[in-house]
């Protein structure tokens, strides 16, 4: 099975591991080259530096690194506004790489390609001498819908046009992969197309070493959140957090303290560092998440299955969430609970600050996702569907 050459192939490069769709290709790239000759293929308008690469290299036969710059890629979305593609797709394929693309298309003669997230399909889409994957991720159309009302009026019109090509690019790309995956049945629930009830449900895993850590240190915050801090989704629940939950807590006299952790926090996430503790990146998040006796994750835009949510369950971290982000992980209030709006988290906060009832939700959540999320156990499904459609 080694001999089998997959041509793998991302917008963004697998390493570091601090968005989502890195997290998943990381893990895909790692369990599948059990059984595959990977050959990557990963688009980059940052650069990717030596130990980057190394991180990946024990997994793929080739790694190839398609640099493209952020002021061509803007120019190309600026492009793109007028063109009949989603503009991101505009942002990512320069016609330079597509034509590299070509040219190692016809040196690997792969048996298989895979192309994560629709920004990289135009490099491989029509390439015919194989079967091919597509993996949705998200349900990308609907998670733009739900940013419109939170964009500047001046530029809602540019989010209502990417939405409405997003909404023809997902169908229309749909023909040209002989499979589909998606991360959640609720993604897969908010496509269009009339055949989407074959797009496979792949959901994301979760590191082992999440499921075994122990943090020997008692927890120093009563809540925390972590995450991207440059995602959109998440720039709004750290919003909510400190706008909306630690008001009515303090009005009903608990003054909670939290902690938020992640990436890339800019000034719409700094400004309240008198509020709350902001780490911003740190090497083991692990740490960020046992830190806290309970997360919470106010999602009310984005789509996918959250993470974040899986490793503070994995952790043993008892969590509060949205309707939104609680039914794409698909269990019941008593495994994470439920809020939805400032007055129902703090009800929840108070309720789990009890340490009997926050234990026994902690060990619930943590067998559900040791029995559930396991990566090696999705990736085995994912290369069992890509076999067979060589086979067929």
């Known amino acids: 099975m080694a001999s089998k050459k997959l041509v793998f192939i991302t917008s963004r490069f697998p390493f570091p591991i601090e968005k989502g769709d890195k997290l998943r290709a990381y ?17 980059s308008d940052v650069v990717v530096s030596r130990e980057d690469v190394a ?15 952020k002021l061509a890629g803007y120019l190309r979305a600026l492009w793109g506004l007028f063109g009949r593609r989603p503009i991101q797709t505009y942002y990512f394929t ?25 920004r990289s399909t135009e490099y491989v889409k029509n390439y015919h001498s194989c079967s091919k994957t597509i993996d949705y991720m998200d349900a990308l159309s609907e998670g733009v819908q739900k940013r419109i009302s939170l964009t500047p009026f001046w530029l809602r019109w540019v989010f209502k046009n990417e939405w409405r090509k997003l909404m023809v690019y997902e169908n229309v790309i749909f023909e040209y992969f002989e499979n589909h995956f998606i991360i959640s049945e609720q993604d897969r629930d908010q496509m269009t197309h009339p055949k989407r009830d074959d797009i496979h449900v792949l959901p994301n895993g979760v590191n082992e070493n999440f499921l075994n850590y122990q943090n020997p240190l008692a927890p120093e915050f009563d809540i925390c959140f972590v995450g991207n801090l440059s995602y959109p989704p998440n720039i709004e629940a ?3 957090i400190v706008q909306e939950i630690l008001p009515t807590a303090s009005a009903q006299g608990l003054n909670l303290k939290c902690l938020i952790s992640g990436a890339s926090a800019g000034p719409q996430i700094m400004q309240f ?32 299955l959250q993470n974040k949510l899986l490793e503070a369950m994995a952790l043993g971290v008892p969590c509060i969430t949205t309707d939104l982000a609680h039914r794409a992980v698909g269990c019941d209030t008593e495994t994470i609970s ?55």
């Open 27 to 43: 893990y895909q790239l790692r369990d599948l080259s059990k059984d595959w000759e990977i050959y990557l293929i990963s688009v």
């Open 55 to 69: 991180a990946i290299q024990p997994f793929c036969k080739e790694i190839h690194v398609l640099r493209i710059s």
């Open 94 to 118: 320069s016609w330079k790489h597509k034509t590299r693309v070509k040219n190692l298309l016809k040196e690997i003669k792969p048996v298989h390609i895979f192309a994560q997230l629709i």
């Open 238 to 240: 750290v919003k909510f």
């Open 273 to 304: 560092q008198n509020q709350v503790t902001i780490t911003g990146w740190v090497d083991d998040i692990r740490q960020s998440y046992t830190n806290a006796k309970i997360f919470v994750a106010p999602m009310f835009i984005g789509t996918g």
């Open 338 to 392: 439920l809020a939805n709006n400032s007055a129902e988290f703090v009800k929840e906060i108070k309720r789990l600050l009890e340490e009997e009832t926050r234990v026994k939700q902690a060990e619930k959540a943590k067998i559900f996702v040791s029995q559930g999320f396991n990566w090696k156990a999705i990736n085995a499904r994912l290369s069992e569907l890509m076999r067979k459609s060589i086979q067929e």
